[in-house]
């Protein structure tokens, strides 16, 4: 028997761990397990927890339309690993590997808890899309790469010469464990609030909306990428990030699905972002204590409430940050806008910013949301230069000339003429020349 146990692969198709575990042909106990450290401090109500739910409703719909079980405990990982290992005869325990330092330290924890009771730990890689794993062997370099291009060009490389295609095995093709020992069930079950936020989602149709989404950019806006991905106005870009994010949807399968189609090359450099950020958590172990390393102590957090809120009077960053606070989304340009405008123009420790990201964003990613902002604040191996800030004023215009964005979402500002509307309004926390012009000089003293 093995015991297996979903984390960022909320899917019951193409997961590497059933390729594998299909050729084992025994049964298996298939857990996903609620973790307090993942979960705790109302992240479940939270814009990305509720994404969650709602993935977990669809797996839970898939398993049951397969005819398959899937269990459900909370508690600690090892705790809840080392109780099924001791109640069942389990000889082993297959997942899928993740990168971020609490993924890292809770599989440590988890195998050797595994080993020592003998039985055989077994980590798979599924998250990227090319196998990051395999990759560095590929790209023959004893140091990781730094800087994106030299690395997409290698990555480009690696998917037309060794991509490893959708595997076809099916939860249908698995045999799932129906009962586990009752008293661990009781002794791990949710508590009534998680159960709660979990079982409050309405919606079953994870799965299904995540390839709807994808066939509809594929069908309507793939060809046309590369030019309006920016134009935030209207919806020009995917939006499956939170999909692929909780695993409901695999890289390999978005894609697999644009393949050979017009316009699929920018699109697919996006994709390449994304591992790359992976491939960065997976080999630079700077990645995640940047803030250790560098003296931010000239940065200041005092401004962080008017720009959380949506209260800076710069039209373009509040209205981003009303999108976000109240959906959940706000598209990349934005993200890069109001990221940048944080941390340089209001000179506020990138961290801060990021956990309110963390917080509100839907698709939230530990690891892509860190690639992102230490991108904006000029930390990290390849970032913008120091220098290049973004102009919030500036992109407004560029990216969406009419100010059909901020009439949007700042109602009380529509009636302003197109010129107006992207300028700051008079009660604006900082001037725009001034607060870029401060930045550099800050910067500069930080990063020297
Ligand atoms: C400060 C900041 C924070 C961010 N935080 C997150 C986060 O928490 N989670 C997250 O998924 N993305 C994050 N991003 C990256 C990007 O903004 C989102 O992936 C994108 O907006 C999601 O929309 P989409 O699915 O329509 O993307 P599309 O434009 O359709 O792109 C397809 C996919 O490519 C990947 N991708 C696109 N842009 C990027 C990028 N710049 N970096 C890495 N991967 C990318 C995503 O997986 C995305 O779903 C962040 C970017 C910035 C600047």
Redesign the pocket.
Known sequence: MYLFIHRKDLRTSDLRAFDYLRGKDTEGIHLLIIDPVLTGGGRLNSHSGRNFAEQVASLLHSYANAGKELHILYGDPVQITEALLQAHPIDEVVVHADYTPYSRSRDERLQLTVRNMGRHWKPLFDVPLADLEAFPAFSRRSEPYKVFTPFYRMWSSYMLQSYSPMGDAAVDHLTTVREINGKLASQFALPEPVAGALGGTTSVGGAMKSTDALER?VRERLAA?AVS?DAYAE?H??????F??TGAIS?RQ?YEATQGLPGAEA?LR??A??D??LYQAMYHEDYFRYEQLTDLSPLTDAYLEAWATGATGIPIIDAAMTQLNRTGQ???RL??V??MFLTKNLLCPFML??QH??IH?S????T??????L??SSLGYDAAPYFRIMNPSTQSRTHDPDGDYIRRWLPHLAHLSDKEIHQPLSNAIVDLKASRARAIDVYKTILK
Do not use: H, K, V
Not at 368 to 373: E, I, M, Q
């Open positions: 950019f990428y991905r919806d870009t995917s939006g499956i990030a939170r692929l994010n890289a978005a699109w996006q994709l972002w994304r790359f950020y706000m598209p990349n993200r890069m109001t990221a910013g990021e990201f963390r964003l698709d939230y990613d530990n892509l949301n860190r690639g992102g902002w991108w904006c």
